[in-house]
């Protein structure tokens, strides 16, 4: 069983709030990623880090950044929340040398 | 064309049965393969790895074929605790290990 964590698992905020996404692993995985999945749909790859200072956007344009100071650690932001933002947010790890990807339990985001 | 396709279901199947699920890969290229599991409103869990040669884990079986581009998923003697997603998974070699989620298949089990 994997060791990661998001906070909080449900959010709702109203537009043009700031938010931020915890997203913590503890087992020393190099490799995290940011998801968007909506109801039914599949998953779209917003953000990822290949380790600490690095991060890449994904496939899916988003208007959220991230950072990585720490190994460990890997919050998404929102300067300004809007409707559109509405989603289910999960975050992922993997560790070096595996394409395997070990999920965080998710956030529910619902902007107002 | 989608990188990764699925029959997005539902199939509905009584308990004990046996079901299996296609998926089709876009990129010859792709070298690593999965099976994940989703139930409503939760995380995606790693059911299984696919391998060239196929596995086995219980009532579980995978299987790749690379000439036609499909891995597929076998499900012997269903239990009601199958009910759930199973997403398609294929890694597309990019140079980083970037994987590609099909929409999923949706499987309903009843008594």
């Known amino acids: 069983e994997a060791d990661i964590y998001q906070t909080p698992r449900y959010l709702v905020i109203g537009t043009g709030k700031k938010i931020t996404l915890e997203c913590s692993q503890t087992?020393?995985?190099?490799?995290m990623y940011w998801y968007q999945q909506d109801p039914g749909m599949e998953l779209h790859l917003i953000h990822y880090?290949?380790?600490?200072?690095?991060?890449e956007k994904g496939d899916l344009s988003s208007e959220s950044t991230v950072s990585r100071i720490r190994t460990e650690h890997f919050p998404l932001t929102l300067e300004s929340a809007r409707p559109s933002h509405t989603s289910q947010y999960l975050c992922?790890?993997?560790?070096?040398?595996?394409?395997?990807?070990?999920f965080g339990p998710g956030t529910r985001l619902t902007v107002l | 064309r989608k990188e990764v396709e699925q029959d997005p279901g539902p199939f509905n199947v009584p308990e004990g049965a046996t079901v299996a699920f296609n998926c089709t890969y876009s990129?010859?290229?792709?070298?690593?393969f999965f099976w994940y599991r989703q139930d409503c409103r939760k995380e995606p869990k790693l059911l299984m790895s696919v391998y060239s040669s196929g596995n086995e884990d219980g009532r579980f079986t995978a299987q790749l074929n690379r000439a036609s581009q499909y891995i597929s998923l076998l499900i012997r003697d269903s239990k009601l605790s199958d009910s759930a997603t199973y997403l398609c998974?294929?890694?597309?070699?990019?140079?980083?290990?970037?994987?590609?989620f099909g929409t999923g298949t949706r499987l309903l089990v009843s008594p």
């Open positions: 087992m020393g995985h190099d490799k």
């Open positions: 992922a790890s993997g560790g070096f040398g595996t394409d395997t990807q070990y």
């Open positions: 990129n010859s290229a792709s070298q690593s």
């Open positions: 880090s290949y380790g600490v200072n690095s991060t």
């Open positions: 998974v294929v890694n597309l070699n990019t140079g980083f290990q970037k994987l590609v």
